[in-house]
């Protein structure tokens, strides 16, 4: 216990150390959390966990805001036990994914720059208990974060008390890798003051009136590792044709050697596209993203990345080993913010981001779904990508052109929900190819998308649609009747090919 | 002439005036224009006109690129000469619209904030002839804008060759009131140095290199009115629910009794729920907008709004006269940026915008049209909405919850073409009421729009489109066979009532 005392650097926390189930005692029916963590990393793992074993022998239901999704199976723990009122703003969890398009509870689907202004100007519940993981507390109460930050400022700034959990499985010497900096509310702030991914503008930890600190609780438990899959043939395919779209791009003249600031979503696809080069010619590439996948850490492992700035490091198991131990060859590279400030809108139009993020799906005109399978049913959310596709320099989506051994095409008359409209969808990659949509009407992205990124065994029947579409005239071309009719054919007959329509 | 050659106070610029005719025929086949104006104002009158006249003999295109749209009938006559290849990022003509929609020229429905961007980063065509209206050109060369600023700064600054208009219709009393900031390219810019609506941070007029300046052509007429009608008994009580959505977020504490800075879109329902508030008690407001219409002008005058900044003045015929013949009490009040810093993602953020635009249609769910009649037919294009609705504190968006007769509902079960997502849309206001969708999970967003805002007549409509969705399941409920059911039975039957459907 004295060598984990010594992560409290203030001797009056040390008293306030106590187990898990009885922080979790104090939560009560219809209290409003916000916890740590950001898809799987730094979320905190010890009060969910005793919080899910009272709803054993006791009914109550809380509200769960946190910074994206979480590791630990705490989402599928708390959605089990059926103790959600609200949960906000991003989840990857399948059991809960299954019982919110059930409707067992809401979830409110939210840009994750937007969070934080909800909190701060009073929009959303407030916070009664921030629980935050943390490597250490200091001498004077800062609470120095592990591997993401999320929204944990704007949760201790604003939550009446704090619990923190101490892990002492995380690297300590993630500390002053942090960057912690919070906009005065809107009308009365100054512009951050952030040019450059690797500039530090903030705090190395969670400054706290040390009086919210109700509770302290040590945990010794590694995040869960990420669950992205290896790149693949498709997806080395998929990096080439994005590597082509950048040659082009600085051949023209439009980008330097050094491209600018990258972003890149969350899971397999971006991951392995953004892996792709570490085999190219680009080099001193900068990340200004939320999310580092291990993709980022073999670009510096390969000399192609100087700088990396996010505001969580999620890695697969093997990674997290390398990675955290020689923690020191990287920590000089890397800046970990809010995720009001990677996300925010100021700093992606200023940097000039180009953005990588996973489409479930796009339409002939470029709208893009990222969130709802066959329109209805919530996949994980929009997290970053809307914050990122509106603001950024490019805004590209990748994806893979069919799903389901060919029997979804990725690309689709009318995508069945739109999370990225036509205006702010500049490039869209599959392993067929990739379509340039800037300064293009809709009737001149159409071939672009149908050539370039629809499956071969699925262009004719996109023309198809088009060409009778287009008959009705229109800006945008559409036969109503029909624009859904790929997603319900799949519905009724397994497919979206129309072999089987006319078969049936 | 002597008095006209008095606006040019440079002695060389002077030997450079020539007729429209001379300066039109400098334009030749596949070139790009860059023309100022913006909503009616400030646009170039003569060179567009001599341009229209060649095309009676000689067959030629051109790409024209302005701030938004055109008044003096010069959208009008383009698209009858046919001389348009492709125009961007905005009009509002019904004769260039019918040929949009026939597919004759390219129309690029641009974000306004954006236009600029694409521009200096090369994305598109580069600007031949930029072709801007002034009130006078200073000793240094100095172009001073007239009524509107729009992308003015942006097509100097990267146009081969410039041509002014000087135009001696346009008070002389609106030099002072512009301010140009350009901010350099994207990774290598400063913040905006704005923090509040007054604040001047740039230049009073265009800096060009003067060698430039090929041409100056004497104009003498007046901007074309605002179409705008006037506010009705309907907009008067959508601006009474705003009004009621104000005063709640007053009494919350969410916002101070001096709001937020104010954005509201070009045309007569934004501009009539405006003016809604000249009788309310709120007072020292201020105005963060694009097009400043007769509203705020209204409001200056009835001492509520402190003060107003804009990218554009489009006003009514009366207002004109009345504004511009006693401009002095106006001046003090008022700064006309580029539409690049009107609309700029970093601003509207950081000063919480209250932004306020017209909705074609908007969804169950609380997704919006701005755009699109039936899902194909182009109206006038996203503007400034995209920019303002992404990034405000508050994005509200208002329409009459029917149109023709009751005929159509603005309310309907999935928006015919998405312009800003659930993600973006926080209040949906019209005659029947206001929905605050803040924080809520779709689900929970149907009633307050079906009972706050549809219209009686298509409620139990609605409701049955829901309750027959919601059987499915999903996080957001949907009939895909069904979704645009409405739409098909209005363009078949003329109506979206379902007795019409029954009775075939």
């Not at 990857?92 to 202004?117: C, W, Y």
């Not at 060859?329 to 809010?338: G, T």
């Amino acid at each position: 216990m004295t060598a984990k005392l010594d992560r409290i650097h203030d001797e009056d926390l040390r008293g306030r150390v106590v187990s898990a189930e009885s922080a979790a005692s104090w939560i009560t029916d219809g209290m409003t959390l916000g916890m740590s963590g950001f898809t799987r990393a730094g979320d905190v793992k010890a009060v969910p966990s005793a919080l899910v074993n009272r709803a054993a022998h006791e009914q109550f239901k809380v509200n769960v805001f946190t910074g994206a999704s979480l590791g630990s199976d705490i989402d599928k723990m708390f959605a089990e036990a059926g103790i959600i009122n609200k949960r906000l703003p991003f989840q990857a969890d399948p059991v809960m994914r299954k019982k919110i398009n059930q409707g067992e509870f809401m979830f409110v689907d939210h840009h994750l720059s937007h969070t934080s202004e909800w909190i701060r100007h009073e929009v959303i519940e407030p916070i009664d208990y921030a629980i935050l993981e943390a490597i250490s507390i200091k001498e004077d109460g800062t609470i120095i974060p592990s591997t993401s930050i999320g929204n944990s400022l704007v949760f201790a700034e604003h939550a009446k008390n704090i619990i923190v959990e101490i892990n002492t499985a995380q690297p300590e010497l993630l500390e002053g890798v942090h960057d912690l900096y919070s906009p005065a509310k809107q009308g009365e702030r100054q512009p951050i003051p952030l040019t450059k991914p690797e500039d530090r503008i903030g705090e190395q930890g969670i400054k706290v009136d040390t009086s919210k600190i109700k509770g302290i609780v040590f945990t010794h438990q590694e995040d869960s590792p990420s669950t992205i899959t290896q790149p693949d043939e498709e997806t080395k395919i998929m990096a080439d044709h994005l590597l082509d779209f950048l040659r082009d791009e600085v051949k023209s003249g439009r980008l330097t050697e050094e491209l600018a600031p990258i972003q890149s979503g969350i899971g397999s696809v971006a991951n392995a596209v953004l892996h792709g080069m570490v085999d190219s010619e680009f080099e001193h590439l900068q990340v200004y993203s939320e999310v580092l996948q291990d993709a980022v850490f073999d670009l510096i492992d390969a000399g192609k990345v100087d700088f990396a700035s996010c505001c969580s490091i999620t890695l697969s198991e093997e990674k997290m080993k390398q990675v955290f131990s020689q923690f020191e060859n990287y920590r000089d590279k890397l800046v970990m913010r809010p995720q009001e400030i990677s996300n925010h809108p100021e700093i992606i139009r200023r940097l000039g981001l180009i953005s990588i993020n996973t489409a479930l799906e796009f339409d002939i005109y470029g709208n893009v779904n990222s969130t709802h399978v066959s329109g209805t049913k919530m996949m994980n959310g929009i997290g970053g990508s809307g914050d990122f596709a509106r603001n950024a320099k490019l805004a590209i989506f990748v994806t893979k052109s069919i799903a389901k051994d060919g029997d979804i095409s990725s690309i689709v008359p009318f995508a069945s929900h739109i999370d990225h409209t036509e205006h702010d969808v500049d490039v869209v990659v599959t392993e067929q190819g990739y379509a340039d949509l800037r300064g293009l009407a809709p009737r001149e992205r159409v071939p672009q998308i149908i050539e370039n990124c629809a499956h071969p065994m699925y262009r004719e029947q996109l023309w198809n649609y088009y060409l009778e579409a287009l008959e009705h005239g229109g800006q945008t071309p559409h036969i109503l009747e029909k624009a859904f009719s790929w997603h319900t054919n799949y519905a009724k007959n397994g497919t979206m090919q129309e072999r089987t329509l006319e078969m049936v």
